[in-house]
């Protein structure tokens, strides 16, 4: 009995051991999936914050650039040097833009600076085409560079400043950041700008708040989201898709990059209703094979082929081998611009690789239209007494933040073309815009 009680003992004991040892085992797997997955974390948040780091440095770098090339342009005589400092300018902006959208920091926050750099890009980018099909600077050429330089100077003076903050270990960026006021400039952009419109008439109408085409619709995953995104694009050519991210500015999306074909696109898919919110082409086009009428015709078929509607061309540029169309939706026969979709069409071989349809998915509804209280022969014996009236039609334009619904009157002052925008209501002259036409391109300012 005694021997039993012994083997039993010795049984207990060993089962003990090895729970022991299970356990011990257990644990050392633990600390070690812990301290892995510590250092994996650590490695995404040094990326992550080597990312921000190099776009904040670049922004600096780039906005001097800006400030420079804008006083160079002042005084420069040699019109091919205008032209490249131009183009020099028209460049660095686009760069400013991509790296300030890589700072970890509220759409709220950035959307001044984005839209002073980006008019100021549009800008030399317009003055450039113009330049190049012969024209000549004017002096109110000459008055919105000076105004560019003055507030491009101010900002990266700003910016320097936030850089040495920075460099001293002041939490600029992140959840640990100061309060926002302290990120000036990039919270506000100092100065007065023009508002530039070369995106075509309103283009630059309201940007922010509720994406209302988006309201409704069901969430997808990041599988439902590549899918969507490569059915969009179209399997015209050898297609890559990447992922590379979540985002959620200006709304929660996720992020691709792209290979298509010859071109190298960044993409986003909203997590609302799995819909692309932007196609960006990161590669460069030399040449050109097909007309503007032909690269129009591409992007409008791209357009109803992705079920977007009826749409009417309102703005047509080229540059660098790149046709931009901006296209309103219509409703009616009303054109409505607060609904817009901007397409790039590569003129080398028609191929769509750029679309930013963040207008028409903040804006697209189906309205209820009123009818108008004057005629379109009364909306056009509205306009300025120098000008002659061609025709009127109706349209809906935004105006801080409302929608109003307005005769588009074209008219003319015998020299160049003009779009007033007279209440259909109330037969205010609301808006009144100058078409200018530069070899390629037209645009209203």
């Known amino acids: 009995m005694q021997k039993t009680h012994i083997l039993a003992d010795a049984r207990d004991r060993d089962w003990q051991r090895a729970g022991l040892v299970a356990l011990a085992m257990l644990l ?8 892995a997955q510590t250092r ?22 780039l906005t001097e ?25 028209a460049l660095q902006a686009q760069g400013a833009m991509s790296n300030l959208a890589l700072l970890p920091l509220g759409q709220d926050t950035v959307s001044a600076t984005l839209k002073f750099i980006n008019q100021a890009g549009d800008f030399a980018r317009a003055l450039s085409e113009k330049l190049a099909d012969g024209g000549t600077m004017t002096g109110d050429d000459y008055a919105t560079l000076e105004t560019l330089s003055e507030t491009a100077a101010a900002f990266s003076v700003g910016l320097a400043r936030l850089l040495d903050r920075y460099e001293r270990g002041e939490a600029v960026f992140g959840e640990d950041a100061a309060d926002p006021e302290s990120l000036y400039p990039i919270a506000n952009p100092a100065g007065e700008y023009p508002v530039l419109l070369y995106d075509g008439p309103f283009s630059d109408g309201r940007t922010d708040g509720e994406f209302k085409a988006l309201e409704g619709l069901p969430e ?3 599988a439902q989201a590549r899918e969507a995104l490569v059915a969009f694009i179209g399997q015209q050519q050898p297609l890559e898709v990447r992922y590379t991210g979540e985002a959620s500015v200006p709304v929660p999306c996720y992020e691709y990059d792209v ?11 909203t997590v609302a209703g799995g819909q692309v919110l932007y196609m960006l082409c990161d590669t460069a086009v030399d040449g050109a094979s097909i007309t503007q009428s032909e690269a129009v015709d591409a992007a409008q078929a791209f357009l109803i082929a992705r079920g977007y509607g009826n749409m009417e061309m309102s703005y047509l540029s080229q540059f660098d081998g790149i046709a931009t169309v901006n296209f309103a939706a219509l409703q009616n026969g009303v054109v409505m611009y607060p609904d817009l979709v901007k ?5 080398r071989d028609g191929a769509v690789i750029g679309l930013e349809p963040a207008g028409y998915l903040m804006n697209h509804v189906e309205r209820t239209v009123a009818l108008p209280t004057l005629t379109a022969d009364a909306a056009m014996a509205r306009v300025g007494a120098t000008l002659t009236p061609l025709n009127a039609r109706l349209c809906v334009i935004p105006e801080n933040g409302a929608e109003y619904l307005c005769y588009e009157v074209s008219a003319t002052d015998g020299a160049g073309t003009f779009l007033a925008y007279i209440d ?16 390629e391109s037209s645009f209203v300012m």
């Open 28 to 35: 050392a797997a633990v600390t070690v999936f812990a301290v």
């Open 40 to 61: 994996a974390l650590a490695t995404a948040n040094a990326r992550i914050d080597a990312v921000a780091q190099k776009a904040f440095y670049e922004t600096c770098e």
């Open 65 to 89: 650039g800006l400030a420079v090339n804008f006083r160079k342009l002042l005084v420069a005589g040699e019109p091919g040097q205008v032209q490249a400092l131009l183009n020099e300018t």
């Open 220 to 222: 997808v995953d990041e």
């Open 259 to 269: 290979r298509f074909g010859d071109y190298d696109l960044s993409a986003g898919v």
């Open 343 to 347: 397409v790039q069409v590569s003129m």
């Open 424 to 439: 259909a209501m109330t037969g205010v002259e609301r808006e009144l815009m100058e078409v200018v036409t530069d070899g």
